[in-house]
């Protein structure tokens, strides 16, 4: 019975990075516009970890076009405020040097987290992956269906109490961003979520059940290798579904 206990059961090194131990950087970007020509025209971040604020990173940016009349009617940054700003080449490096090794937060993630990726590809930068929470998923997934009207920043914001009122300026909002990212983590909490690894299982909606199983690739070298998968019915041969490879094989298996 303890054998197959241990078998199920993530012990205590296999449970991952446990969220007060986590280092996230909570960003947001201000943009000449939506499409793939459009600019950073600002970059703010606060780095939080345990719920300390451990630093903030903020810079406008030259846009390589003139800002459009209605974003700068939206965000108040003019042609004239990013006129002497460093271009996307100073900012970027400067900004990957601040979140380095972070876990990125930010509101509506796929849009700042694309432009943040399309400029590191653009300045020859290895864009490293790292792993992304996006609030606006996290909200969805663990708030009542009524209990806002719905999940733009300003109205979670103002339903958590957020101590900064966002108002389309990039550090602003990834302040009130922070404020949102923590309450939601409380709620989550409830739901044992513990480690970044139950944070991003919980988005992609994974069960506590398939959480567990985890624990089967805990004997697994953590070194590279070649992993198959396997159907077996009683009375007949072995059926190989799906052979991979991988430089870890501990961490694929466990991510499956």
């Known amino acids: 019975m303890s054998n197959q206990r241990d078998a199920v059961q993530p012990s205590f090194d296999d449970l991952g990075t446990f969220l007060p131990e986590a ?10 516009g939506t499409g793939p020509d459009s600019s950073i025209t600002e970059i703010g971040a606060v780095k ?10 903020q810079t406008l940016v030259r846009p390589d076009a003139p800002i459009p009349a209605m974003v700068q009617v939206l965000t108040g940054i003019t042609d004239q405020m990013v006129a002497s ?10 900004f990957d040097e601040f979140a380095r090794g972070a876990v990125l937060v930010a509101h509506n993630a796929r849009f700042d987290v694309g432009f943040l990726q399309r400029g590191f590809e653009q300045l020859g930068m290895a864009w490293k992956r790292p792993t ?22 300003a109205t979670l914001a103002a339903h958590f109490g957020a101590e900064t009122v966002p108002n389309h300026r990039a550090l602003s909002d990834a302040r009130a961003t922070v404020d949102v990212f923590h309450a939601l983590l409380e709620r989550v909490g409830n739901l044992g979520v513990r480690t970044v690894e139950d944070l991003v299982e919980f988005l992609a909606q994974v069960s506590p059940d398939r959480r567990a199983k985890r624990g089967w690739a805990s004997s697994l070298p953590e070194r590279p290798g070649v992993y198959w998968f396997v159907r077996s019915d009683p009375g ?20 499956y």
Do not use: M, Q, W
């Open 48 to 57: 939080v970890k345990a719920g300390e604020v451990l630093g903030t990173f």
């Open 85 to 94: 700003a460093p271009r996307i080449d100073e900012a970027l490096p400067l």
């Open 132 to 153: 992304v929470i996006d609030t606006v998923a996290l909200a969805r997934c663990a708030l009542l269906r009524d209990e806002v009207r719905n999940c733009k920043l």
């Open 236 to 255: 007949k041969a072995d059926e190989v579904l799906y052979v991979g490879k991988s430089k870890n094989l501990r961490r694929r298996t466990r991510s």
């Open 23 to 32: 280092t996230f950087v909570v960003v947001d970007l201000e943009t000449t």
